[in-house]
């Protein structure tokens, strides 16, 4: 894969965060209608539960989908808004200071951590997966590696070992590949009951 200069991130980060917004919205957008209509209707058949294993249902009724004592997609509604936020005023050319990046990385990180913590709790506590709460997975996964590379770039940030960094820059893409591919791993190896028999194992 390309390298990180070969992309130019500088140029890209302004619209990877948008699109990752983007998706992001979309998705948090729709839990929060759905989580509002089951309220109304505990039985209601919800959009995505599409399959015994792909069901949102087991997740918007445990303790983890309220975690703060609110839904967690009105967290995703704010979160991926002030991204966009970003994402736009970037695009309109603003220059943002370091700290203001190191405090971004920060809260970006904070908010991977709790979307990693409540994909575990999905796997191996609840039993399910939710698609829109896995395209948000998706989209922190790549939104933070590459607010994470952006600050290499721009020496916002910088590791003790330059051999780490220019591994890291150098193989961006793999790097982001082989996360995906261990989290596809870990889906199936959890589910393999069920999707084993449709692979024909």
């Not at 039985?43 to 004592?69: D, Q, Y």
């Amino acid at each position: 894969m390309k390298g990180i200069k070969n992309i130019k991130i500088q140029q890209s980060l302004p619209y990877i965060l948008l699109l990752g917004a983007i998706v992001g919205l979309i998705a948090s957008f729709t839990l929060t209608i759905e989580h509002i209509e089951l309220l109304k209707d505990p039985n209601r058949a919800l959009s995505c539960s599409i399959a015994p294993v792909l069901a949102c249902g087991p997740i918007m009724h445990s303790k983890e989908a309220t975690v703060f004592g609110f839904p967690n997609p009105l967290i995703g509604l704010v979160m991926f808004g002030a991204q966009a936020t970003i994402a736009v005023v970037m695009i309109a050319g603003a220059k943002m200071k370091s700290w203001f990046w190191k405090l971004y990385l920060a809260g970006i990180l904070g908010g991977l951590a709790f979307a990693m913590w409540l994909m575990w709790h999905s796997l191996y506590v609840i039993g399910a997966i939710c698609i829109y709460c896995f395209a948000v997975w998706i989209v922190m996964i790549f939104s933070s590696w590459y607010v994470f590379q952006y600050m290499l770039a721009e020496k916002h940030l910088k590791l003790k070992s330059k051999a780490a960094t220019t591994f890291i820059r150098k193989h961006h893409g793999d790097i982001l590949f082989v996360i995906y591919l261990i989290l596809i791993f870990l889906i199936l190896n959890r589910f393999w009951y069920y999707y084993g028999p449709k692979l024909g194992f």
